[in-house]
């Protein structure tokens, strides 16, 4: 099956720095998406990002398909980004999609 | 995000009891999912219930039971469970199509004593 990477598995910043987590996944995939764990478990969707770059608000992403990886950036970094952050791959083709399977994460913290 | 919830959001039961997690969504979509995340473990996909079929990990034991009576609820009926079943359990919903995004619950925390 599909091995997904995550790097790296543990982060510290600084309140007000940028960082760059980064998802190597070994084949072609057609759905990728970041989430974001918060402390209470719960799984918070970022990004749906199959191929391209989006932005939203501080978090951007970029995925590069030919090159099976994926970028997520955080700039301006405060507490409440802290957690673990996740990559998830598929491939989609008829039936169900979203059969995700999930990279080892990336915990962040991000201290005042 | 409050469009999937999931109850009981902690449970603690016997290896010879019998209990079941409840998932809701409320955001119109047609795929609900069970996912099982461990410690030190990547999450795990252990069932799909969606229009076009019903998929199944191998991997997961028969004692764990999915039953999703419509679109909107979605079940996992738990039995004889093992010390090492313990961990979070985490319901899921999607609209089937290409560029659809997933959502999850809040997740259910298992404890198997």
């Known amino acids: 099956g599909i091995q997904v990477e995550q790097s790296p598995p543990d982060l510290i910043l600084q309140e007000g720095a940028n960082s760059t987590l980064r998802c190597n996944f070994s084949d072609s995939v057609n759905n990728l998406q970041w989430f974001h764990q918060n402390p209470w478990g719960q799984l918070i969707n970022l990004f749906y990002i199959p191929s391209g770059t989006k932005q939203n608000g501080r978090l951007s992403a970029t995925t590069v398909a030919t090159e099976r990886y994926s970028l997520l950036y955080i700039s301006s970094s405060q507490t409440t980004d802290s957690g673990v952050y996740f990559c998830a791959v598929a491939r989609d083709y008829g039936g169900a999609t979203n059969k995700l399977i999930f990279g080892t994460g990336t915990l962040l913290a991000v201290q005042p | ?113």
């Open chain 2, 1 to 113: 995000e409050t469009g999937v919830t999931q109850t009981p959001r902690h449970l603690v039961m016997g290896m010879t009891n019998k209990k079941s997690l409840k998932c809701e969504q409320h955001l119109g979509h047609n795929a609900m999912y069970w996912y099982k995340q461990s410690a030190k473990k990547p999450l795990e996909l252990m069932f799909v219930y969606s229009l076009e079929e019903r998929v199944e990990n191998n991997s997961v034991p028969s004692r764990f039971s999915p039953e999703c009576p419509n679109s909107s609820h979605l079940f996992l009926h738990l039995h004889t469970l093992q010390p090492e079943d313990s961990a979070l359990y985490l319901c899921a919903s999607s609209q089937e199509g290409s560029g659809n995004t997933i959502y999850f619950g809040e997740g259910s925390w298992l404890t198997v004593v």
